[in-house]
């Protein structure tokens, strides 16, 4: 496991033989889905580029101060952008200040390393602004950036970057990488695993934070128990989940993971399914639910996550979202 990190081996030793044939790139784009480990590859980088006592040439050591700092994104010469907190974008002004200080000469590490997260977020503005840097690099100026996938991005921020992209890994790969490197009971890993669909950060997430797989599960239960209600519990449902907007889209998706599933058994496929531990659930749900029912029902479901990325009414939605479901009459019939 290189780096400390679960997959990737092909992206890791990709950057570690930049740094032993000294070839390293002023600015990096590290894509693929939230939760694939695309700011865990980026901060082992950083701490391989920086590393005052490296195992080997690009193998950091993890133990030093430097290494210490970075993993917690606190060292001085390491500069985070992202949204803050109550924003919805990365800000002109951040890029300005990120700019100013890329000017100065490094504090203590070998290079002044810039990590700006999930970029697909930065205005227009924004990413125009960065581009005098992307051009026109300071010496020791690393940049590395994340974004969900290069076509989010103007094309002229990812035409001055390497662009690596990431993809999730075998479901059964990470689970067994999760048993093994993480000592999580095998189950418990595969049921990780499938959940987080192949993203080892998702899967890390999900074990780390207890609450959010209580949540998953109790927005589970209001979609089955949703399903066997009339219109009153169901509105009651709609007000629940509508109330904040990022909650909201966490219940669709989650309820969008658990339809598939449906569909998929309802029609018969041997792909792999995503909520193991509801599978008897599912199963009965199954045999009352026909294919074309739950394929509607997953169309719905990414049109409603669509409209929250439109800034649709959050409350219409989610009504729209509820009225539309199929009504199952007895639970095990």
């Not at 992307?134 to 991005?153: F, G, H, Y």
Request: charged share 20%; with cysteine; hydrophobic share 40%.
């Amino acid at each position: 496991m290189h780096w400390d990190i679960l997959g990737h081996l092909w992206a890791v030793n990709l950057l570690q033989q930049h740094i032993i044939r000294g070839e390293v790139r002023h600015a990096y784009l590290m894509c693929g889905p939230t939760g694939v480990g695309r700011r865990s590859l980026a901060l082992g980088f950083a701490q391989s580029l920086n590393c005052t006592q490296p195992i080997a040439p690009g193998e950091p050591c993890g133990e030093c101060r430097l290494c210490r700092q970075i993993g917690r994104m606190q060292q001085a010469d390491l500069a985070i952008v992202q949204t803050v907190e109550g924003a919805t974008a990365i800000k002109v002004d951040q890029i300005r200040e990120l700019q100013r200080s890329l000017s100065l000469t490094p504090y203590e590490a070998r290079y002044r390393v810039a990590m700006l997260l999930n970029f697909e977020q930065a205005t227009p503005s924004s990413q125009n602004a960065l581009l005098k840097t992307l051009e026109e690099p300071a010496p020791k100026v690393i940049l590395l950036l994340t974004s969900d996938s290069p076509e989010n991005l103007l094309p002229t921020v990812v035409s001055r970057c390497e662009v690596l992209r990431l993809r999730p890994m075998q479901v059964e790969e990470l689970a067994a990488a999760l048993h093994e490197k993480h000592k999580i009971e095998y189950t418990q890993a595969n049921l990780l695993a499938h959940l987080s669909g192949g993203r080892p950060g998702m899967a890390l997430r999900l074990h780390n934070e207890t609450q959010a797989l209580e949540k998953r599960a109790q927005w589970l239960t209001d979609l089955t128990t949703a399903l066997f209600a009339g219109r009153i519990e169901r509105f009651k449902v709609a007000e629940y989940i509508s109330q904040d907007k990022e909650k909201m889209r966490q219940v669709l998706q989650n309820w969008l993971l658990y339809w598939r599933d449906l569909m998929l058994l309802s029609g018969g496929s041997s792909a792999p399914l995503t909520n193991l531990d509801r599978l008897e659930e599912i199963k009965s749900l199954a045999a009352q639910v026909t294919f074309s029912t739950a394929h509607r029902q997953v169309s719905l479901l990414e049109q409603a996550l669509m409209g929250l990325d439109a800034n649709l009414n959050t409350r219409l939605l989610a009504e729209v979202v509820m009225l539309d479901m199929p009504r199952l009459w007895s639970k095990g019939s």
